[in-house]
């Protein structure tokens, strides 16, 4: 069986703001695409890896990230407009004989190798997997006043996180659909819902955060360095 991870890192990081695009900084000395990188390398179980950045950083993440943390990729190539266009360029540039791919987030740097090969075990018996947390807030559905219409019962709410993993085949065939249909998605799972096919949820972490503002880029640091205590 060959796996292909995809991994999204095109994004601009608005939300976590300053100069350096936030997949580029340092968490516990190493960038966090880096940590992203290295957890899919350790599960053991990733065949090639197509690492997506922002049109015009090839060159910058191959030198800043890749040669010095002596990591490498199958493809190195330019994202596009949102998260689902990004996948999907990915997809087009993976290798077309792969049987399960992968889509991890770069922002994701504290996925563990356990949680990957969870991901690829489902993605490869029953055909679509998801990584998943029990959501702990009560959730809220409100109309465009903020007047709440339907508060879901909590039991049966997970939080999406990735690595999500597919049988290539569907995912190529739901990113197709989608584009042709005009669907966005925020995440892989979604489109490949859409299209009739079953996801199954795979239990992921609450450590598996993806780092959006500063404050989960000082979790993960603490979280990191909890780990590192560990191992020694
Ligand atoms: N992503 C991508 N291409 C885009 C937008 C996002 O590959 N056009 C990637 C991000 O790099 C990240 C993942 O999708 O690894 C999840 O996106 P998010 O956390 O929203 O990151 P950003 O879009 O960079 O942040 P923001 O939304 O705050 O701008
Ligand atoms: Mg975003």
Partial sequence: MHVTAV???????????????????????????????????ASGQVDSVILVVPPGQETRCRTEILEPCDLTVDRLIPGGAD??????????????????????????PLVTPEIVRAAVRVAA????????????????????????????SRGRLWA???????????????????LSDGFRGTDDSSLVERIGHRVWLVPGSPENLKITTTADLVRAEQILRGRATHDT
């Fill in 125 to 152: 018996t029953e055909g679509a997997a998801v990584v998943a947390v029990p959501v702990t807030d009560t959730i809220k559905m409100a109309d465009a006043d903020g007047r709440v219409v339907e508060t879901p």
């Fill in 83 to 108: 998260r689902q266009a990004s996948v999907y360029a990915g997809l087009a540039a993976g290798p077309t004989e792969t049987d399960v791919v992968l889509v991890h987030d770069g922002a994701r």
């Fill in 160 to 178: 999406a996180q990735t690595p999500q993993a597919f049988r290539a085949g569907w995912l190529r065939e739901a990113h197709a659909r989608a």
């Fill in 7 to 41: 991994v999204p890192a095109a994004g601009a990081g608005t939300r976590f703001g300053g100069a350096v695009p936030k997949q580029y900084l340092a968490i516990c000395g190493l960038p966090m695409l880096a940590w992203t990188l290295r957890a899919l390398a």
